[in-house]
């Protein structure tokens, strides 16, 4: 790669997949938040949330005349499915679940970050923005679970001394 634009064209098809990841991630995390409906809400809008940052990802590519590396989307959704299934195993599941969750949305806020000031670079100021509007939404997820880890941590505990389900 030589310029900005073969970069940026390079890093929108990892967002691409990352995103395809995340889907995966939330789809499970759904079907599993049986007894957390305020997270499983929250859970299922950013689904909702992340398709639409998956199919802009996509106007982008195709913006800049490419598509999505069907292998890095591949790859990326089974690892998805490899995280799930850990911590389906795990006992504290849920808890599982929310610090992974703040973990890949900080690392996406990120990488939309860093894809803006490529596209900016690139001369893609539509592109730059349509990074930082999904940077901005990465970040609110985050703060939210961030917000929420002691009360869900509380909840979690109580459920887990009294023998209620805890684990999902």
């Known amino acids: ?6 970069h ?7 967002a691409y997949a990352m ?9 499970t995390q759904a079907g599993r938040l049986e007894t957390y409906p305020e997270a499983r809400a929250k859970v299922e809008a950013h689904l909702q949330e992340t398709h639409r ?4 990802v996509e106007e982008c590519l195709n913006k800049l005349g490419s598509d999505p590396s069907t292998l890095k989307d591949l790859t990326q ?7 799930g299934l850990f911590h389906a195993m795990s006992e504290d599941e849920v808890l599982k679940h929310a610090l992974g969750g703040y973990s890949f949305e900080q690392f996406e806020a990120a990488s939309y970050r860093m894809l803006a000031a490529a596209a900016r670079e690139a001369g893609e100021p539509g592109i730059a923005e349509t990074c930082e509007r999904i940077q901005r939404e990465e970040e609110a997820m985050g703060d ?5 880890m002691p009360m869900l941590t509380q909840d979690y ?5 009294a023998g209620a389900t805890a684990k999902r």
């Open 19 to 27: 995103e395809s990841q995340a889907v995966s991630l939330l789809e």
């Open 1 to 6: 790669m030589t310029d900005a634009r073969e």
């Open 77 to 83: 959704k089974t690892i998805a499915n490899v995280q």
């Open 8 to 14: 940026l064209v390079h890093w929108l098809r990892d």
């Open 144 to 148: 939210w679970l961030w917000e929420r």
């Open 157 to 161: 505990l109580g459920r887990s001394e």
């Open 53 to 56: 940052q998956r199919d802009a």
